[in-house]
């Protein structure tokens, strides 16, 4: 019961307030970073510190899987042949290596 008034008094303050903060302002910046931030940091969590599959693999070759998806982000703009290309990265080192 705690926890979920701990979540409902947050979600009640959130209709509250986001009335009052503009979409473009400073503070919706910050939280914006804020989340771009714990993201990286549960991918890199997982890079670094892998479960089942990844586990198999060294962090240079996972890393390297990465850079792939991200050369392919940077050139084409697009996430979904990002993804794949890192995917199908991913599958051929495992199947070769």
Partial sequence: M???AGTIIWR??????AARVPSDGPIMGWVNTMAY???MAVLLLILVHPTG???TNSLDQRLVRLGVG?????FSKRLIPSLLYGICAFALAIQFI
């Fill in 2 to 4: 705690c926890a979920i």
């Fill in 12 to 17: 009640i303050a959130g209709v509250v307030l």
């Fill in 37 to 39: 931030a714990m993201v």
């Fill in 53 to 55: 599959i990844l586990a």
């Fill in 70 to 74: 991200l050369v392919t982000m940077f």
